[in-house]
């Protein structure tokens, strides 16, 4: 197909979910961009937002949309969303032509789309019908329009796929194109149609998750929610393999930071609210940050070390002989560190044993090996493990960041922050993992610590001590 020979999308929900005139459209959008309050972020490199109706999501979407310095020159803007109409195991980039909206042309960089589809042509399709329905991406336009001032182009890319495996590729496909010259829009709405109170718990544990920037931590939560069996909840994240796909292409970064701008659900929307088979929206700015590097941190080489470490003293407990001979590992100060660490053991996805300490007194290699050995053999909710166990046995280790005392529970992000509960003789512990892996709220979270682990009652948090932590957490 030759240049001239390429036809523009037309607009699919023009006049349904928002105005088809441009002159109403300009006077609704640059409407919600002024109501939009700036967090002053700097180095914002992706956004979340909703893709529902103006009436409902507009003002949600704005928020996030003003957060973007408007004079800043993108090169190109990749416009995630997941496919609401069909399933086809991959993504498809749009290289037909440009989009016409109401106000005019969007510029597609169909040579981008090109190199990603002949780079990568297992991944990506250019199979255009995918598109033509879909208004998760033509909903973003208007405030990318009529917010920024210099021209851009869109590469327009919608996800058939519901395999993490899938998400985990195109990440890896579409993360050379993640520089400060473009910018990422993923294209999502919340929990769908329980009711309004059902729909704010629900999604604040996703809310929580995706501030993480972890995605196991979203894969958790939203497999919690599911396990909740919560009336009326089809998904909890309708756009989940998008986000899924941005946050992986986040995870090894540690200088991006996810901060929550504006939640709400439909039944919030003015005239239009009801309290039932609602909605939810949020909008998140991702941005880069400098991180000062104060943080205790691992390497790679450092956890497969620590993991070696562990799996080798339970083999040489139960050699008989004790004749195995292993390679002495090598020492680095951070393995030689004081800090606190869990060995957590489990076998076909059950746990069968966790034990550890919240700070250390001796190296970081020797504390790993003791929690070992009672993670296996001392942790009273169950019976030593045996030796024919080991080999299924899976070794996970987290590691303890120092310990900060709270006032104020809204500091406790669920899945970054462990708890530690205490009060007088009394107190009680869960590692981050553990909100995500259950899908509790925050106070679910504290609530259970202080009932089940530190037998102070349902409400014994409210009246104890609170220290948070975060845990470097492994496995192989």
Same mark, same amino acid.
């Given at each position: 197909?030759?240049?001239?020979?390429?036809?523009?999308?037309?607009?699919?929900?023009?006049?349904?979910?928002?105005?088809?005139?441009?002159?109403?459209?300009?006077?609704?959008?640059?409407?919600?961009?002024?109501?939009?309050?700036?967090?002053?972020?700097?180095?914002?490199?992706?956004?979340?937002?909703?893709?529902?109706?103006?009436?409902?999501?507009?003002?949600?979407?704005?928020?996030?949309?003003?957060?973007?310095?408007?004079?800043?020159?993108?090169?190109?803007?990749?416009?995630?969303?997941?496919?609401? @109409?069909?399933?086809?195991?991959?993504?498809?980039?749009?290289?037909?032509?440009?989009?016409?909206?109401?106000?005019?042309?969007?510029?597609?960089?169909?040579?981008?789309?090109?190199?990603?589809?002949?780079?990568?042509?297992?991944?990506?399709?250019? !199979?255009?019908?995918?598109?033509?329905?879909? @208004?998760?991406?033509?909903?973003?336009?208007?405030?990318?329009?009529?917010?920024?001032?210099?021209?851009?182009?869109?590469?327009?890319?919608?996800?058939?796929?519901?395999?993490?495996?899938?998400?985990? +590729?195109?990440?890896?496909?579409?993360?050379?194109?993640?520089? +400060?010259?473009?910018?990422?829009?993923?294209?999502?709405?919340?929990?769908?149609?329980?009711?309004?109170?059902?729909?704010?718990?629900?999604?604040?544990?996703?809310?929580?998750?995706?501030?993480?920037? !972890?995605?196991?931590?979203?894969?958790?939560?939203?497999? /919690?929610?599911?396990?909740?069996?919560?009336?009326?909840?089809?998904?909890?994240?309708?756009?989940?393999?998008?986000?899924?796909?941005?946050?992986?292409?986040?995870?090894?970064?540690?200088?991006?930071?996810?901060?929550?701008?504006?939640?709400?659900?439909?039944?919030?929307?003015?005239?239009? /609210?009801?309290?039932?088979?609602?909605?939810?929206?949020?909008?998140?700015?991702?941005?880069?940050?400098?991180?000062?590097?104060?943080?205790?941190?691992?390497?790679?080489?450092?956890?497969?070390?620590?993991?070696?470490?562990?799996?080798?003293?339970?083999?040489?407990?139960?050699?008989?002989?004790?004749?195995?001979?292993?390679?002495?590992?090598?020492?680095?100060?951070?393995?030689?560190?004081?800090?606190?660490?869990?060995?957590?053991?489990?076998?076909?996805?059950?746990?069968?044993?966790?034990?550890?300490?919240?700070?250390? !007194?001796?190296?970081?290699?020797?504390?790993?090996?003791?929690?070992?050995?009672?993670?296996?053999?001392?942790?009273?909710?169950?019976?030593?493990?045996?030796?024919?166990?080991?080999? !299924?046995?899976?070794?996970?280790?987290?590691?303890?960041?120092?310990?900060?005392?709270?006032?104020?529970?809204?500091?406790?992000?669920? /899945?970054?922050?462990?708890?530690?509960?205490?009060?007088?003789?009394?107190?009680?512990?869960?590692?981050?993992?553990?909100?995500?892996?259950?899908?509790?709220?925050?106070?679910?979270?504290?609530?259970?610590?202080?009932?089940?682990?530190?037998?102070?009652?349902?409400?014994?948090?409210?009246?104890?001590?609170?220290?948070?932590?975060?845990?470097?957490?492994?496995?192989?």
């Amino acid at each position: 197909m030759h240049q001239n020979e390429l036809i523009c999308r037309r607009p699919a929900v023009a006049g349904k979910f928002y105005p088809a005139q441009a002159e109403q459209l300009e006077k609704e959008v640059s409407g919600y961009l002024r109501e939009s309050k700036s967090k002053n972020l700097e180095n914002i490199q992706g956004i979340i937002v909703p893709h529902a109706g103006y009436v409902f999501s507009g003002q949600t979407a704005a928020s996030a949309f003003a957060q973007l310095n408007p004079d800043k020159i993108y090169e190109n803007i990749f416009i995630i969303g997941s496919s609401h @109409h069909h399933s086809f195991g991959n993504a498809a980039v749009y290289i037909d032509g440009d989009w016409e909206m109401p106000y005019g042309i969007e510029k597609v960089n169909i040579q981008t789309g090109k190199e990603l589809i002949e780079k990568f042509p297992r991944i990506f399709t250019s !199979n255009s019908s995918y598109h033509r329905e879909e @208004h998760s991406l033509e909903v973003q336009l208007p405030f990318l329009h009529y917010h920024l001032n210099n021209d851009y182009k869109i590469v327009p890319i919608i996800l058939g796929t519901s395999d993490p495996s899938v998400c985990e +590729e195109i990440a890896m496909a579409l993360k050379p194109n993640f520089t +400060e010259n473009n910018l990422f829009v993923i294209s999502t709405d919340l929990s769908h149609y329980p009711s309004y109170l059902d729909a704010k718990k629900a999604d604040e544990t996703t809310i929580n998750a995706i501030l993480t920037g !972890n995605p196991q931590n979203l894969i958790d939560a939203l497999n /919690g929610n599911a396990r909740k069996r919560i009336p009326g909840l089809a998904t909890s994240l309708c756009g989940w393999t998008s986000v899924l796909t941005f946050m992986i292409m986040t995870e090894e970064e540690q200088t991006y930071k996810y901060n929550l701008i504006s939640a709400c659900n439909s039944g919030d929307a003015k005239y239009y /609210g009801k309290n039932d088979n609602v909605v939810g929206y949020c909008s998140i700015a991702i941005a880069k940050e400098k991180i000062e590097k104060s943080e205790f941190s691992l390497t790679s080489n450092e956890k497969e070390t620590l993991l070696k470490i562990a799996r080798r003293t339970l083999e040489n407990h139960f050699s008989k002989t004790n004749s195995k001979i292993f390679e002495k590992p090598e020492l680095t100060s951070n393995l030689k560190a004081s800090c606190g660490a869990f060995v957590t053991l489990h076998i076909n996805g059950r746990l069968r044993g966790c034990i550890g300490r919240m700070t250390g !007194n001796i190296p970081l290699h020797e504390l790993v090996k003791e929690m070992s050995l009672s993670a296996a053999f001392h942790d009273h909710r169950f019976t030593p493990l045996q030796d024919s166990e080991l080999d !299924n046995a899976e070794i996970e280790i987290s590691v303890l960041s120092p310990l900060r005392k709270i006032h104020d529970i809204d500091e406790i992000i669920p /899945g970054k922050h462990g708890i530690l509960i205490e009060n007088g003789y009394r107190s009680g512990v869960f590692l981050p993992q553990v909100a995500t892996e259950t899908g509790w709220d925050i106070e679910e979270f504290l609530g259970h610590c202080a009932r089940d682990k530190a037998g102070l009652g349902w409400e014994g948090w409210k009246t104890a001590n609170i220290y948070i932590f975060t845990a470097t957490v492994f496995s192989e």
